[in-house]
């Protein structure tokens, strides 16, 4: 294909190097750079991305800005046949507006290159040079026996064999780009030596957005809607021994035992589970943790924006978790913990993964302690990670930083182009768009000391817990405000329907619950007004947070102090001011008697 002369010749591609340096010489088999006219106006070279799955789509969306603002190129996606997960790539791509070809089309038209994050399937059919990219954090697995089923029980890793690598006497891979020299060497055991040369180390393209998604932290969590909790996210890989498939109630325990107002859990599910199940399917699996504030991560972006956010991850066999491990610790530092998977046979020995697992903590069904115990007990320490996890963490990734320059390197070698001037630099990732489904009704648990309350709530229905339940009018159902001691809502502007007042709004509930004993309406300025069954005038409720050691000022929730006045109410007369206990955060509430500027309003 035609193209342009590039300002300055591009150097020959040549023999890769483990370093990373760019190549020299071509490697022996190797397709040659396309030839070069003399010209100002030829078509852009295409560079075809070959897509097996959702997640190496992914993966190469993770390397496209090596490319970006660069008119000579024209990246073209197909779904490389033979994979049974390939619906949702497409699905994502169609909704990004990516230009797609059929693999038949990609196959007669050839490329000027060729990117792919999985070596399965007919690659070597498209006459172009092949760059082949690791889909996960390393080569940790065995590979499966037909391509995608069991695994086998011995040889090596997939992605490292050679009847993935190899075709025929032919290496797959024009550039076999790597993360780590160590991956290097592995690859340099199993393959024949016309193959193990074409790998270079490039460092990890996801690895360098995570790093650099870090200081959009605080805005991750703010999109979760997680505040001043702790953010502990299951992450579970695909298969039998995944978290999910051993574990399949671990979400929906701890969401019921966590006290909601202190966590919040999130599920990073593998990609190819959303295309297994199907988002109904797994939305009815989850069902019970969904409904008591289970928040799930889009397989496309989300996934990693819930790392960054997160303060302990339970975790599987899954690669995943070497990303969060190895990631820079927040001020309350990071927790790891193993969810499942004594007894597999997936996990090779040896491997950076291996190593992980074998240094954190495992969670243990049947102790005495509830899973919840568990998991929360972890943050009880300083937040520092047990001896030699940062050290196995960080040697799955090589060159933190440079991943997207020195694929370009190689990448602009292979077509026969000068890279364009400037950096590259790795994007952040946006802020999630999926917020968990806020509970409408809680048992909540109160311990009344003098002018101290503190509170613990759970969504209803998840277990048996002592104290009173707290309902939102509008929100929880039937049944819910009917076993209500406290019922409460927000004031918002009433656009043409019923205004109230808030004694006329209390005295309605008052008569349509009679187990209600307060009634309370969040104001739009943060105060509340609350109103109780046995009369008296509104109280005017006003909340300060007090701030905790190294940590922002965030009050508990206005639903969690209008419990602890009710609480305190009903242990005894009315004080001036009161302290609300939730986990570590603490507020003082002053009570007065309502103005009637308030308690007459309109909402």
């Known amino acids: 294909m035609p193209q342009d002369v590039p300002p300055e010749p591009a150097a020959p591609y040549g023999r890769a190097d483990v370093t990373g340096a760019p190549p020299s010489a071509a490697p022996a088999g190797a397709p040659a750079p396309p030839a070069r006219r003399a010209g100002t106006a030829a078509p852009p070279l295409t560079v075809l991305y070959a897509v097996r799955s959702a997640t190496t789509l992914n993966r190469l969306l993770d390397v496209v800005p090596a490319f970006a603002g660069d008119p000579r190129v024209a990246p073209v996606f197909t779904i490389v046949p033979g994979s049974d997960f390939g619906a949702d790539a497409l699905d994502t791509l169609e909704g990004a507006g990516a230009r797609i070809v059929p693999w038949a089309e990609a196959v007669r038209r050839g490329a000027g290159l060729v990117l792919a994050a999985s070596p399965n399937g007919p690659l070597h059919e498209v006459d172009a040079p092949l760059v082949l990219l690791p889909h996960g954090a390393g080569y940790n697995k065995r590979l499966p026996q037909d391509g995608e089923g069991p695994a086998d029980a011995s040889g090596p890793a997939s992605g490292l064999h050679p009847r993935q690598l190899v075709r025929g006497r032919t290496p797959l891979a024009t550039v076999h780009a790597l993360a780590h020299p160590e991956q290097a060497g592995r690859l ?8 193990a040369k074409r790998a270079v180390v490039v460092g990890d393209p996801t690895y360098d957005r995570m790093r650099e998604s870090v200081p959009l932290r605080e805005q991750y969590r703010a999109a979760l809607g997680t505040g001043g909790r702790r953010l502990v996210v299951l992450v579970s890989t695909w298969g039998p021994e995944s978290l999910l498939a051993r574990e399949p109630g671990l979400a929906a325990r701890l969401t019921a035992e966590l006290p909601h107002d202190e966590y919040q859990v999130g599920l990073v599910l593998h990609p190819n589970e959303h295309s297994r199940l199907g988002g109904f399917t797994l939305r009815q699996h989850l069902a019970p943790a969904l409904a008591a504030g ?16 997160a303060d302990c991850v339970v975790t599987d066999h899954g690669s995943t978790a070497l990303y969060f491990a190895a990631l820079p610790p927040p001020p309350g530092g990071r927790r790891l913990l193993l969810g499942c998977y004594e007894g597999g046979k997936e996990l090779i020995r040896g491997t950076p993964m291996n190593g992980l697992l074998s240094a954190v903590p495992a969670l243990r069904p049947g102790a005495e302690r509830t899973a919840a115990e568990q998991v929360a007990a972890v943050f009880a320490d300083s937040g520092a990670y047990p001896d030699g996890v940062a050290a196995t963490a960080a040697g799955a990734f090589a060159e933190p930083g440079s991943a997207l320059r020195r694929l370009r390197e190689h990448c602009y070698a292979l077509l026969g182009l000068t890279p364009p001037e400037g950096p590259v630099r790795a994007l952040p990732w946006p802020p999630p768009t999926t917020r968990a489904r806020r509970p409408a009704a809680f048992a909540v648990r109160t311990d009344v000391r003098g002018d101290t309350v503190s509170v613990i709530r759970h969504p209803v229905g998840t277990g048996a817990y002592d104290g009173h339940v707290s309902a939102e009018e509008g929100a929880a159902s039937l049944s819910e405000l009917e076993t209500a001691a406290l019922i409460h809502r927000t004031a918002r502007p009433a656009f043409g329907g019923p205004a109230w007042t808030v004694e ?24 509340a007004a609350l109103c109780r069954r046995d009369g008296g005038a509104p109280l005017l409720v006003r909340t300060a947070p007090e701030p905790g050691p190294a940590a922002p000022r965030v009050a508990p ?47």
């Not at 206005?558 to 570590?584: N, Y």
Request: hydrophobic share 55%; with cysteine; glycine share 6%.
């Open 557 to 603: 929730a206005p639903a969690a102090v209008l419990s602890a006045v009710h609480a305190r109410l009903e242990a005894g007369p009315r004080p001036a001011e009161l302290v609300c206990a939730v986990g570590p955060r603490r507020a003082l509430v002053r009570l007065s008697e309502a103005p009637r500027e308030v308690a007459g309003a309109a909402f």
């Open 294 to 309: 289970l928040v799930t991560a889009r397989p496309h972006q989300e996934w990693a924006a819930l790392l960054v956010a």
């Open 504 to 527: 006329e709004w209390s005295a309605r509930v008052f008569a349509l619950y009679p187990g209600c004993r307060s009634a309370a309406v969040v104001l739009t300025d943060g105060t």
């Open 188 to 195: 340099a055991a199993h393959v024949p030596p016309s193959a």
